[in-house]
T-cell receptor
Framework: EPEVTQTPSHQVTQMGQEVILRCVPI?????FYWYRQILGQKVEFLVS????????KSEIFDDQFSVERPDGSNFTLKIRSTKLEDSAMYFC?????????????FGAGTRLSVL | AQSVTQLDSQVPVFEEAPVELRCNYS??????LFWYVQYPNQGLQLLLK??????LVESINGFEAEFNKSQTSFHLRKPSVHISDTAEYFC???????????????FGQGTILTVHP
């Protein structure tokens, strides 16, 4: 069964460093998302991406964040200068199209630890 | 904007007992509703969804949820739980197709279901 793949599973970085979280969505999907879950808190929407541009972003997704689909398979989230409060589990999700409801498939997540 | 409230942060039950995990939502527009499950050290897996039609939806492993529009609820139930159902369960909502914010999922806080032998 096709699945969303995220790498790495755990990323440790120093405050102020740049990190890139990588995702390979399901191959025929067209809509891509990043969510994050700070320990003990809700899963929060960060950004949605379609047709090589951002469709919607949350207040959390400030200038420190960017997303990119550099080729036909990868979807990346970059945090330019990490802060302690960026420590969280980051989930990538993808959806096939408009038909059939907003059914999103999630990856296993990348745990980001900022020291 | 939507919001989701899961009224119980933790629900301990014994094996073979029934369980209900409560979810209420708030939205000014029509919505789709979802339950996702997260097993330890794994990602979010779609458990079941309400898109349209029958208000009672079922999963392949015995869970069911009923959409109640008047009470704005989408509670998850199982008549007899197993040890393997131990996980965290998330209720989520999104606008229906055509909405300005279609696509974004808004999640509840999650409910940790622990099934004891």
């Amino acid at each position: 069964e096709p699945e969303v793949t995220q790498t790495p599973s755990h990323q440790v970085t120093q405050m102020g460093q740049e990190v890139i979280l990588r995702c390979v969505p399901i191959s025929n999907h067209l809509y891509f998302y990043w969510y994050r879950q700070i320990l003990g808190q809700k899963v929060e929407f960060l950004v949605s991406f379609y047709n090589n541009e951002i469709s919607e972003k949350s207040e959390i997704f400030d200038d420190q964040f960017s997303v990119e689909r550099p080729d036909g398979s990868n979807f990346t989230l970059k945090i330019r200068s990490t802060k302690l409060e960026d420590s969280a589990m980051y989930f990538c999700a993808s959806r096939r199209g408009l038909a059939g409801g907003n059914i999103q498939y999630f990856g296993a997540g990348t745990r980001l630890s900022v020291l | 904007a939507q919001s989701v409230t899961q009224l119980d942060s933790q629900v301990p039950v014994f094996e073979e007992a029934p369980v209900e995990l409560r979810c209420n939502y708030s939205s000014s527009v029509s919505v789709y509703l979802f339950w996702y499950v997260q097993y330890p050290n794994q990602g979010l897996q779609l458990l079941l969804k309400y898109l349209s039609g029958s208000t009672l939806v079922e999963s392949i492993n015995g869970f069911e949820a009923e959409f109640n529009k008047s009470q704005t609820s989408f509670h998850l139930r199982k008549p007899s739980v197993h040890i393997s159902d131990t996980a965290e369960y998330f209720c989520a909502v999104s606008e229906r197709a055509g909405g300005t914010s279609y696509g974004k999922l808004t999640f509840g806080q999650g409910t940790i279901l622990t099934v004891h032998p």
